[in-house]
């Protein structure tokens, strides 16, 4: 296993001890919001703190995109070839209602392309890894996406828009036509989670859009290492940039870009 690897794993479960201590009192937690729909608390900030200590101490050299403390330059500097993207709770709306679908994630980027990815679900003791070139794994298992081929046999993973509202007719026509073309869409609330879903066989494809590069980082990886396909919403790479994401099976993907790709071209039309 990759030394870089197990440094983020050791992170990520650092964090998850912090999460499941949380996880007891979230009554007593203190919660702000950052913007409308969206939080954070106390146990955001000190997972964040202990990831960021971990990752820092063994790589000093290495930047760190983290959600709630932005871009942190190591002794590289700010340009890095080097950089973790950090998202060390999310789904944090769940966990402050005690729902119990978040995750941690972490990912080790070089120029821009990721080349290992932590996902840790702390409540189900899940731990799913992916170096570039090497695979990806649930627990020290080896995971495929599923073997669906049809679009009308998927089970879709998606997100509601939740704070930037001006895609929403586009995406509820989306969601309309899959809703009437798959066997489901599933909204637990996690990006990052659900990723990891696709890359082990749970979901057969995941579409949303306005995410940041911590909810999509380790997931895209996890996906491709697993045999899937991940992409924006015109097909292309960018989607770290864009915030837009889709991914499925092979079999699955082509077809559910095209649906969303026609809504698109609609939108822009209208």
């Not at 973790?84 to 119990?100: A, E, K, R, S, Y």
Request: glycine share 10%.
């Amino acid at each position: 296993m990759q030394p870089a690897l197990n440094i983020a794993i050791k992170a990520a479960r650092r964090a998850g001890q912090i999460i499941n201590r949380a996880s007891n009192d979230i009554d007593l937690l203190k919660v702000a919001s950052k913007q409308p729909n969206d939080f954070v608390t106390e146990v955001d900030r000190a997972a964040e703190a202990a990831i960021m200590e971990i990752l820092m101490e063994a790589y000093p050299g290495y930047s760190i995109l983290a959600e709630e403390s932005g871009v942190t330059a190591g002794k590289g500097g700010r340009d890095s070839e080097y950089q973790w993207i950090v998202d060390p709770l999310d789904g944090t709306t769940n966990f402050i209602h005690g729902l119990p679908q978040y995750a941690v994630s972490i990912a080790l980027a070089k120029n821009g392309i990721v080349e290992q990815a932590v996902v840790f679900d702390p409540n189900r003791n899940e731990l799913f890894t992916a170096s570039k070139g090497a695979g990806a794994f649930l627990n020290e298992r080896r995971i495929r996406v599923s073997r669906r081929i049809k679009l009308q046999d998927a089970l879709l993973g998606t997100g509601f828009p939740y704070r930037n509202f001006d895609k929403m007719d586009t995406y509820l026509a989306i969601f309309k036509e899959l809703a009437e073309k798959t066997a489901g869409q599933r909204r637990p609330g996690a990006a990052a989670l659900d990723l990891a879903y696709v890359a082990c066989g749970r979901y057969d494809g995941f579409w949303e859009f306005g995410l940041s590069p911590w909810d999509m980082a380790a997931g895209s990886l996890l996906i491709s290492e697993a045999g899937g396909l991940v992409s924006d919403l015109r097909g292309n790479a960018t989607y770290l940039e864009s915030g837009n994401i889709i991914a499925g099976t092979p079999k699955v993907f082509a077809p559910l870009l095209k649906v969303i790709e026609g809504h698109l071209a609609e939108s822009v039309r209208g």
